[in-house]
């Protein structure tokens, strides 16, 4: 499956954006999607993930904040971001990986087991 994201930009204190991850492809088959951000000179973490059919869980740095939801218009998932802070900052990325290519739960896949990953959007929080 190949993904695109898109809705990052500039934003204010306490604002929102919607990211949205647009998949082509094999998108017949269920997928455990994630999202991931990284800040100018740090690791790249995980916000949070989502498995098809599933219930998202997100990461403690934003929850309550964010949420993970699928697009079922574009087949891919959403990343609704509520309260923004300045560092919530950073290019964030999606990731898919057909359920059938792990074991265990789509909330413990690690980076390294996602299979597809879009190019990145850009979100910038401004104090």
């Known amino acids: 499956v190949q993904l695109m994201e898109s809705g990052g930009g500039s934003v204010q204190t306490g604002g929102s954006l919607r990211l949205s991850c647009a998949a082509s492809g094999s998108t017949s088959s269920t997928y455990c999607w994630g999202w991931f951000r990284q800040a100018w000179g740090k690791e790249r973490e995980k916000v949070g993930s989502l498995r098809d059919g599933g219930i998202p869980r997100h990461a403690d740095s934003v929850r309550g904040r964010f949420t993970i939801s699928k697009d079922y218009a574009g087949g891919g998932v959403l990343l609704q971001m509520n309260s923004l802070k300045p560092e919530d900052t950073a290019t964030y990325y999606c990731?898919?990986?057909?359920?059938?290519?792990?074991?265990?739960?789509?909330?413990?896949?690690?980076?390294?087991?996602?299979?597809?990953w879009g190019q990145g959007t850009a979100v910038t929080v401004s104090s």
């Open positions: 990731a898919a990986v057909a359920t059938s290519q792990y074991t265990g739960l789509c909330s413990s896949v690690s980076q390294d087991q996602f299979t597809s």
